[in-house]
Nanobody, 119 residues
């Protein structure tokens, strides 16, 4: 099993940047695909981005592609989500999640970190 803890959320103005971190503990971190998801009030959870074990493969939601960047440092068991040009519609609770293969469900989740973007 792997435990995940997010940090880096907060209140920012539109156009600003923010970097979220997802720190893992427990099982070998490099064994896991990591994804970022977000949920805005009253809306369903939305996929944001994901990264493979090695970090060589990434995928993004069309709504964030070109503005957000996912990366990982397996030496410190951390995945990052760099968010640039934030907009009010990016306001949500951002959570990271882990799975061992690309065909599994994400079955390990962090508690989430709130990002609020003011206009």
């Amino acid at each position: 099993q792997v435990q995940l803890v997010e940090s880096g959320g907060g209140l920012v103005q539109a156009g600003a940047s923010r970097r979220l971190s997802c720190v893992a503990s427990g099982d070998t971190f490099s064994n896991y695909f990591i994804g970022w998801f977000r949920q805005a009030p009253g809306k369903d959870s939305e996929f944001v981005a994901a990264i493979s074990w090695s970090g060589h493969s990434t995928i993004y939601s069309p709504s964030v592609k070109g503005r957000f960047s996912i990366s990982r440092d397996n030496a410190v068991n951390t995945v990052y989500l760099q968010m640039n040009n934030l907009q009010p519609e990016d306001t949500a609770v951002y959570s990271c999640a882990a799975r061992k293969t690309s065909i599994e469900q994400y079955n390990y989740w962090g508690q989430g970190t709130q990002v609020t973007v003011s206009s």
